[in-house]
């Protein structure tokens, strides 16, 4: 399998993980997943992320879902694993059965309890140093889930001092300055290194703008992001926003802490891509209110898109 | 001056503080502001709250700021002025200085480290109680900002307790099953309070198809705000959405937390609604690329609300 | 196995896991460990808890420990495992090793980011249900580490409805006030749990009068926790305060965050009771000025208590 | 009245502020409260601090504290007031009134929202900067109370950048490494301004011999931080212990957040120095339960003193 590198670019699906609606593994979901996936374009896969559920995983089952990913994306793109974990050995043990797996690479976010600068550097670079030097890794920059507010300066030490830094998931909010601060470093000699941006593509024209090199979201529709990624590639800053705009009342409904992947499950799931809306507990279920707004937003965003064409 | 009341509805809008660009206080925009924001049919006000950069004034210029509102509102509607403090009597004085000054009402948020529901109930009887019976006041509830969590019970228990609880500021996230929840009990038989919600506006037409009232939030573009829920309230439920959709770009981007006030300002002191754009120190500042964003996101949003009529 | 129950007294010490100074598991110390533990009059054990260094291992490590330390033991004493996770299936997973292996029930801290008394309510008892109806559990408390604050009513509703909660780890701070609280509600027909105390020892005597049960810690001289709980329940609160009184010095130098557990395990090293004072990184080292200070308090201590006798 | 300078040494007191049943301000019992610290060997009060109640306070009271508390000490020593405001604006009212009224410096803790190096050094850069050349300031580090965690080298940036930064108030936890650092950087070159400790006199001994050069803290017997001074500067470290020893048990006692204030109230008004041991709303109440375990150890520790001698 190749390896993940400073060059990746477009959009790496954040996937969910499918349930049945007992709470036990769909993996029968995970092979037209894929198949979805790959065929609206995306340029790799993220899995064991914290929209995969992979906390309510035990270890035999967050292995079979890495296994079956693997056998369906059958190396056609690359697939990069989670393996955020309260400590390193944990991190190390689910590093080496991902890359093993096949992974292209792995994610790593900080503990919330990580403060001061040097710290959390040091927290990432002794996560490179149990890495090894054969397993690239994405940074995961998101202190509205992390609790880590993590300085531009700070990501900068990381990429000068551990070459396996390959990637950052940027969703710092505000972040935008934070892309451009990280560009104007590179531009003056620090290695660049590939930024994909989360926020559920909330912010994905102004972020390719500014130096991305695309998304690592996990939307209902992808598609939305593979145009969008294409259009900022081709110059076509117009096209990109019309598509973007056509889809941000549901983007901004998927938002939601707390519901937004339920929403992306049931909207998945109506679509045919996985068999069932089910979050595994404790997760939220949605009310009828919420299903009708949703119908409604399809509704609107159909009509939307057919009038673009 | 009426008081403010469980009847309240439409739009309040959360006005900022102009600044000159030195940090001194800019008086003189806030007639211009003021004027402004009733003839885009502004309900009420709201005053002195987050985003009206209250903890950086002084007392004295606090009191200013009240008079200079109050001066130019001349009671042709309610203004609502925030008391949140760390201290009861702080807490009062200033709810004193208020009321004195011509508000309708106040309004509070709970300080950063409470916590357990019995705890944030008693902190708001507590406030009701050093308001007196002569001040209606309005809870509000905004986890992302006050970092406290308040159940749908314990609002339910202050507004069975606290006569003057007439309004809740709904800003929790997600929380449109906490408006149905509590509509749901006011059918039920519980006192119907008022719910203007916040979020910059970006859930205002699902939170008013719940139960809110309106909206109680900042956007640049308050005419948006007005218009949506005028439309709902007429029932014509897909006006609205074509109005709120077309405003969608910007609302998103003014909503990037550490940001927002300044893009907020931004465009108010394009429009020429307040004399300049300066925040006062600790604040964000706008860079080139910001405002690139800004003009292209204003002039598509120009672009289509020429379409809309 | 000896299944733990509401009768549970005494102290349960919480083990700490030894590691040689390559960061590798040092079983070989654990029998010794062990051995000194019940020597000194241990009633139980507790293992893979915060101070146990548990986050630190992976699987296959925590299972050699626990199974170390349930050979060691022989059925002699009770032994408690933590089995907090952040899900469900891991939670369970851990769970069902540990009862397999022979633990006597399991501990649970809340995660960090739950709030609301009905949301923690909830997750304990879905924890509960989790575990099953053969796997006492112990309710752990303690908001400094977890950062979630546990009313009394929410303990009481657990303590109702989940016949498996059978003890409460102690650690709210302050928390004098709640020991009393509980106890009253037992008074007045709740079922009444065992309540056994952490803070390193810090409150014992008044914990123990407040009603508690016992502790559950860690201080490098368990045999002050033994006698302060056996003169306490001889009735000998003099003798119970002049022991304790001898150890506070130690013990609160023992209670700095972040660096205790480098203290306690430097102190265990040289009583000879774990091979090495090592912790597994990332962990804090002691400077050459902390241990003079330790050794400087060791003498101290040796001292007074040759006086007191 | 002389300003603060890097040369200040011994114990500031943090003193409470005295209030009647009722709540309403006690300034009565300031005189002889301030006149007891002198008696003890105070070398200076610190006013408005968090111990202070100071948020609690509306501005023409602690107007009014401040100005008895000057009357009463009638420039036998230095007075640092507490200044920690939302905003700039604020602060300086606060801190040019303080001086006014003859403070010889203010103290300035940072907003608990305050995160990344860079950030914290701005912030107390721009405090600086809107207090003056002419205002002396303690910069105060108290994780455990505002959630920022302070890193070494942003205090020792803010000391160059920074002449009026003139002493640490130190209460990072552990902190003991921390005090050793700052004095290896002013050995090295960097500018040495005084630290004096917080955390109740707990760990006072161990403080001043890592090169603390005093204490700023608030137990209810001064004479032990004053003691524990003066024979750790005669170099009877011996003694000092003994003394600290003794002490120990009610110092710790008096620890327990959340109810420490209303226990060092209590027994201030029990000896006499205050009028009463009320807290102001929203307050800890001691139940007769806390009040017993005090006397118990008040007695104690009676006994143990009278043994010393």
């Known amino acids: 399998m190749t390896k993940l590198t400073e060059a990746a670019t477009g959009v790496y699906v954040i996937a969910p993980t499918p349930f049945h609606d007992d709470g036990a593994l769909d993996t029968a979901s995970i092979d037209r997943m894929v198949d979805f996936y790959l065929s609206?374009?995306?340029?790799?896969l993220t899995i064991m992320g914290m929209m995969g559920e992979a906390e309510k995983l035990a270890t035999p089952e967050a292995e079979a879902v890495i296994a079956s990913v693997m056998k369906a994306v059958a190396g056609r793109v690359p697939v990069i694993v989670g393996v955020s974990a309260p400590g390193f050995a944990a991190m190390q043990a689910l590093a080496r059965s991902a890359m093993d797996a096949g992974a292209a690479g792995v994610m790593v976010a900080p503990p919330s309890t990580l403060r001061?600068?040097?710290?959390?550097?040091?927290?990432?670079?002794?996560?490179?140093?149990?890495?090894?030097?054969?397993?690239?890794?994405?940074?995961?920059?998101?202190?509205?889930?992390?609790?880590?507010?993590?300085?531009?300066?700070?990501i900068l030490d990381v990429v000068a001092q551990a070459p396996t830094c390959v990637m950052l998931k940027h969703e710092d909010w505000p972040g935008l300055g934070?892309?451009?601060?990280?560009?104007?470093?590179?531009?003056?000699?620090a290695r660049r290194i590939s930024i994909l941006c989360g926020n559920g593509g909330m912010f994905l024209p102004e972020e390719i703008a500014r130096g991305a090199d695309g998304a690592m979201t996990g939307f209902a529709f992808p598609e939305m992001l593979v145009g969008v990624c294409r259009h900022m590639a081709a110059g076509d800053a117009g096209r990109a926003r019309d598509l973007f705009d056509a889809y941000l009342p549901m983007a901004r409904y998927e938002s939601q802490p707390g519901l937004g992947l339920a929403i992306?499950?049931?909207?998945?799931?109506?679509?045919?891509?996985?068999?069932?809306?089910?979050?595994?507990?404790?997760?939220?279920?949605?009310?009828?209110a919420d299903i009708a707004e949703i119908e409604l937003l399809l509704a609107r965003q159909h009509q939307r898109l057919a009038a673009l064409t």
């Open 40 to 44: 609206a374009g995306a340029d790799g």
């Open 116 to 154: 001061l600068d040097a710290r959390i550097r040091d927290y990432f670079l002794s996560a490179a140093a149990v890495l090894g030097p054969d397993t690239p890794f994405v940074l995961q920059d998101f202190p509205l889930a992390t609790g880590v507010q993590i300085a531009s300066e700070v």
């Open 178 to 189: 934070k892309i451009s601060a990280l560009r104007k470093a590179s531009d003056a000699g």
């Open 264 to 288: 992306r499950k049931y909207v998945l799931a109506e679509r045919g891509i996985i068999g069932g809306a089910a979050l595994r507990k404790p997760g939220a279920r949605l009310s009828p």
